[in-house]
Each structure stands twice: as structure tokens, then as C-alpha cells.
């Protein structure tokens, strides 16, 4: 039974609203494939649907109809009023500007080789010929770039715990729990108290000339030119945090349980690797992770009645109030965006995916993200006849929550770390 026939027999709103969610985490290819061939915009009791690419790009460069209000329900309380739960308005503009002064690509380097000796810290403390590579590795590369590139220098088990809570309920809370944002808000209230001495001894001393992100955040508020105020600082250096390790951690584990999949991919990844070509290297792990992305949709607050797909056989109004479910993963499986979208290519252009988002809310951090991401794979996949244990369905473990908690490989020997520059 496919997903229309399955949401149509439904017999009540939480019915219906349990077929989405089934659907999500399991053939969500499929789901939107039904959609975008029959019904490209759905109304469901969680939120509308929208799944045809033309469409989930218009909305997403369109930031001040179809906002992110949504999001101040979420991130206030945890790390006070933030700039990403506030598009095109004063505060993002201002901030988002400063966060990217401080988050620079002279880091880059410096990003890649920390992923890459964290990782080979991992493989060599490994069993002979096992390994569990969400704590060892998905999870601690994030950990080791937050705490030394972005300088929030927390306890491992604390930036651990506060990323989950925070994540989970701000981007991840599907269907709604009040428990879930509870730990959200109560992480958020933990982490602040946390950095208000660690920011406050910073203040303290002289401009420090550390090649930090928070250091250099620190450094440029103590110019009245900025304005930025401690409580800005605070809330920005939450943020550091928030978006990093679970988002991170899971791309990681799912291109590589995607390239474990499918030995001709691997094959490829890894003879480009062979040759030394970086980027092709990276350009297997991102379409990769085409193939299960982080997440599917992402999520817009209708400001004012609209019209979607316009001339259309599927022209829909848009009721302002509406939360619109945009189908980011839907949109990279569409032939309107993708050439021959069922064929795995990695010399796909870059621009063309949405693993990062697109236009104002593209993710801060998508720089860090497309060199830690594909290098922490890279020394994962040289693994002498790696492969993933468990049956298809089950190889990635995710426990009772949204995010990979274990990933075991085997594997027949050690492969040979090649030379880091310095960290």
C-alpha cells in the first residue's frame, strides 16, 4: 500500500498524522515520489507538505514570508533570543555578519586536519578488528572541532549532553513532546550558566590573539563599533554548539553507512582518495548523503496568505498561520533540480544540494561542515574490507531518539594514516 492510499484510509487526524511520521522515518524516497507525481502540495495534521522542487526553492528564498518564527518557541528559552529564529530582521543581520567574521576560512585547514587526527586517535585506539564509530568518531570530531576551533573549551560529557537536548528540541521534536523541549530549555539553562564565568574570565584579561572562534567574538565586542553586548556574545556562543556535533556526528554516519551499501560507490570514493584528489573524494561522501540526508524537510511559518505552485494544475493557497514542511529531501531526488536524480554522481555541482539549507538560512557553520564531514569519513572508508554489521534495515542504531547512537564496522586490518599538518 503506498503512502496516499495509506494517509487517505486513515480514520482520524492522529491516524493520519502517525502515517506521516512512519513514512518520514522509513521510504520517505518513496513518500515523495507519490507526492510530487500526485499530490505535490499535502495538507496533513502535522503541517503542510510541499515536495516539488520549484516550490521548496521558492519558499526558501523567501524569508520574510515564509519565516522561521516557528523556531522562537524553541531556541528562546535556551539560549535566549537567537538570530536564526529571526531572518532578515536587525538581529540577523547584524549577528550573522559578526559570527562569520569570527568563523573564518583561514580555519578550514586547521578543521581538516583535526578531523582527520581525531579520527586516526580513534582507529588506533580500536579493537583489532571492530569498531563502534558514532562515539569514536561521528560524535568526537564535531566534539574536538567545537571545543578547539570554536573555543567552547566544556567538559566532553557536557557539550555532549547539551548538543543532544538542544538539538532534539529545537529541530528534532517530530511528533511534539513537552518532555523533549523541557530538556531542550533545561540544557540551554545549564549551558548559559556554564559559559557566564568562562566568558567572564576572558573578559577579564587583555585581548588574547587566540585563533578561536569565541576568543575572537570576545576580542570584537570589546570594540563599541560592534555593539555587541555579553548577552549577544552568550547567546552566539551557544549557537557554536547547538548546530554542530548531532548534525555532524549524523552525516558522518550516514554517508558512510551509504558508501558500506554500495561497494561501487566505495570504489570510487576511494580511488579518488588514492589519487590524492580531495575533492572528488568529498564530492562521493556529499552524494552520498544525498541518498539520506540528515533530515528531509525543513520547516517555514506562512506570514501571509500565499499561492504555491501558481498556474499549475496543483495551485494551492497558502493560509497565513500555516507550517509548511518543505521537502529539501524531496527536492535533490527531483528531476526538476537533478538530472537522472535516481543515479548516484558525484560530479553533481555542489550548489545544486540542500544538505546545508539555501539563501538566508543557510547553515552558518556549512564551510566547517564540508571539510570535517567528508575527511572524518575518508579515514573511516580506508579500512581494509570494512564493512557494516547488522541487516540493511538495522545498521544504524538510533536507540529511542532521532540521532545515531551506535555504528559497529569489522574490518581486516589497520590501513596506513597518511602525514596531518599540525592542529
Known amino acids: 500500500m503506498g503512502f496516499l492510499q495509506q494517509f487517505d484510509a486513515a480514520a482520524d487526524p492522529q491516524a493520519k498524522a502517525g502515517v506521516v511520521v512512519d513514512w518520514l522515518r522509513g521510504d520517505w524516497r518513496g513518500m515523495y515520489a507519490e507526492l510530487r507525481a500526485e499530490r505535490p502540495i499535502l495538507p496533513t495534521p502535522l503541517f503542510t507538505f510541499v515536495t516539488r522542487a520549484t516550490d521548496v526553492l521558492d519558499v526558501l528564498e523567501q524569508p520574510t514570508l515564509f519565516s522561521v518564527r516557528a523556531n522562537r518557541r524553541t531556541m528562546d528559552e535556551a539560549v535566549g533570543p537567537f538570530m536564526l529564529a529571526r531572518d532578515e530582521t536587525e538581529i540577523n543581520w547584524e549577528e550573522k555578519g559578526l559570527m562569520r567574521a569570527v568563523l573564518r576560512w583561514e580555519d578550514l585547514p586547521r578543521v581538516r586536519a583535526l578531523a582527520g587526527a581525531t579520527a ?11 569498531l563502534d564509530i558514532v562515539p569514536a568518531i561521528a560524535r568526537r570530531v564535531p566534539l574536538r ?41 533545561a540544557a540551554g539553562a545549564e549551558m548559559r550558566a556554564w559559559l557566564w564565568p568562562f566568558l567572564a574570565q576572558k573578559w577579564a584579561e587583555p585581548p588574547s590573539g587566540r585563533n578561536d572562534a569565541v576568543s575572537r567574538l570576545v576580542d570584537l ?3 563599541p563599533a560592534a555593539g555587541l553586548s555579553a548577552e549577544r556574545v552568550l547567546s552566539n556562543v551557544c549557537g557554536l554548539l547547538v548546530g554542530s556535533i548531532e548534525t555532524m556526528s549524523q552525516a558522518i554516519i550516514h554517508a558512510t ?8 560507490w566505495l570504489a570510487g570514493a576511494l580511488a579518488a582518495d588514492a589519487a590524492g584528489d580531495t ?11 544525498r541518498f539520506n540526508p540528515i ?6 511559518f506562512a506570514e501571509a496568505d500565499r499561492v504555491l505552485g501558481a498556474g499549475t494544475d496543483y495551485e494551492t493557497t497558502i493560509p497565513a498561520g500555516t507550517v509548511l514542511a518543505l521537502g529539501t529531501g524531496s527536492a535533490m531526488f527531483d528531476p526538476g533540480l537533478m538530472r537522472d536524480p535516481d543515479a548516484f554522481d558525484p560530479a553533481r555541482p555542489p550548489s545544486s544540494y540542500l544538505h546545508f539549507g539555501l539563501g538566508h538560512h543557510e547553515c552558518l557553520g556549512r564551510h ?5 564531514i567528508p575527511e572524518a569519513v575518508r579515514r573511516i572508508v580506508r579500512f581494509p574490507g570494512i564493512r557494516a554489521t547488522g541487516d540493511a534495515t538495522r545498521r544504524i542504531d538510533f536507540g529511542a531518539g532521532p540521532f545515531p547512537e551506535h555504528y559497529h564496522v569489522t574490518f581486516n586490518g589497520r590501513h596506513r594514516a597518511s602525514p596531518l599538518p599540525a592542529v
Not at 145 to 152: D, E, N
Not at 257 to 264: G, T
Open 368 to 372: 566547517v561542515g564540508r571539510v570535517a
Open 145 to 185: 572541532i567545537v571545543q578547539r576551533i570554536f573555543g567552547f573549551m566544556a567538559p566532553d560529557e557536557r557539550l555532549l549532553r547539551w548538543s543532544f537536548a538542544t538539538q532534539h528540541g529545537m529541530f528534532r521534536n517530530l511528533p511534539f513532546s513537552d518532555e523533549v523541549l523541557k530538556r531542550c530549555h
Open 295 to 300: 533530515t528531509t524537510i525543513q520547516f517555514r
Open 120 to 130: 586516526e586517535e580513534a582507529i588506533r585506539d580500536a579493537a583489532a578488528d571492530s
Open 257 to 264: 553507512d551509504q558508501l558500506l551499501a554500495h561497494p561501487d
Open 279 to 289: 575533492e572528488a573524494f568529498d564530492a562521493h561522501v556529499f552524494e552520498a548523503l
Open 221 to 223: 565586542s570589546r570594540q
